[in-house]
Nanobody
Framework: QVQLVESGGGLVQAGGSLRLSCAAS????????MGWFRQAPGKERDFVASISRSGVVTDYAVSVKGRFTISRDSAKNTVDLQMNSLKPEDTAVYYC???????????????????WGQGTQVTVSS
C-alpha cells in the first residue's frame, strides 16, 4: 500500500521560506511522477508543481514559478518543495501525490494522481 507523509509546514511571515518534504513508501518511487497541490479553505485543490519520473522535467503553476522549486531524491524516496518569497495567498494545506505517468511527463491535473498524503498546513502572515 502506498503511503505518503508530508512534513515541514508551519507559520511564516510574508517574504519568508519553508521547505516541505514528502516521504513515499509502499511503491517503486522511480515508477511515479510526483506532484504538489494545495487547497485553501472553501477552494478547490490546485496544482502547484510536479516532477517527472526521470527527475529531469518539472512544471509549475504560474503563481509560484520563480519562487518554488520541486526536487526528488530517489535514494531517500522523497520529494521536496522549496518555497521562497512566500505570500499570504500561498496559505493552504499542501498535499503531495503520486502519478503513474510517462518517463518525462509532469501531470498537472488532480485526476492524474492516484495516491495522496494527508497534507501539511502552510500559513503565511502579512
Amino acid at each position: 500500500q502506498v503511503q505518503l507523509v508530508e512534513s515541514g509546514g508551519g507559520l511564516v511571515q510574508a517574504g519568508g521560506s519553508l521547505r516541505l518534504s514528502c516521504a513515499a513508501s509502499g511503491a517503486i518511487f522511480s515508477d511515479n511522477a510526483m506532484g504538489w497541490f494545495r487547497q485553501a479553505p472553501g477552494k478547490e485543490r490546485d496544482f502547484v508543481a510536479s516532477i517527472s519520473r526521470s527527475g529531469v522535467v518539472t512544471d509549475y503553476a504560474v503563481s509560484v514559478k520563480g519562487r518554488f522549486t520541486i526536487s526528488r531524491d530517489s535514494a531517500k524516496n522523497t520529494v521536496d518543495l522549496q518555497m521562497n518569497s512566500l505570500k499570504p495567498e500561498d496559505t493552504a494545506v499542501y498535499y503531495c501525490a503520486t502519478s503513474i505517468a510517462g518517463y518525462n511527463l509532469t501531470p498537472v491535473r488532480v485526476q492524474d494522481y492516484e495516491h495522496w498524503g494527508q497534507g501539511t498546513q502552510v500559513t503565511v502572515s502579512s
